[in-house]
Nanobody, 116 residues
Framework: QVQVAESGGGLVQAGGSLLLSCAAS????????MGWHRQGPGKQREYVAT????????YSDSVKGRFTLSRDNNAKNTVYLQMNSLKPEDTAVYLC?????????WGQGTQVTVSS
């Protein structure tokens, strides 16, 4: 069974930065596709970013150029979401997913609040 653990959320002013981390546990010799979704207050869950096993990244238009998703070179199933130039509309619970053997596994989420 895959456990997914996020960390790094918090409160930041508009224009600031935060770094989120996500680690997948459970035995696996493979490198997983991992990524993030988010759900803002009163909004539907939306896609944020994905990183593939070969570290190819994709981003939603709403975060492209501001967020960077990367993989830990020493712990392949740990990823980091660097969020810069944060806006109040980025306020959401950020949920990490790990795709292993075709199954999506989700973390509990970490709250990011951006004040204006």
């Amino acid at each position: 069974q895959v456990q997914v653990a996020e960390s790094g959320g918090g409160l930041v002013q508009a224009g600031g930065s935060l770094l989120l981390s996500c680690a997948a546990s459970g035995s696996s010799s493979s490198v997983d596709t991992m990524g993030w979704h988010r759900q803002g207050p009163g909004k539907q869950r939306e896609y944020v970013a994905t990183i593939t096993p070969d570290s190819t990244t994709t981003y939603s238009d709403s975060v492209k150029g501001r967020f960077t998703l990367s993989r830990d070179n020493n712990a392949k199933n740990t990823v980091y979401l660097q969020m810069n130039s944060l806006k109040p509309e980025d306020t959401a619970v950020y949920l990490c997913f790990v795709q292993r053997f075709g199954i999506l596994n989700w973390g509990q989420g970490t709250q990011v609040t951006v004040s204006s």
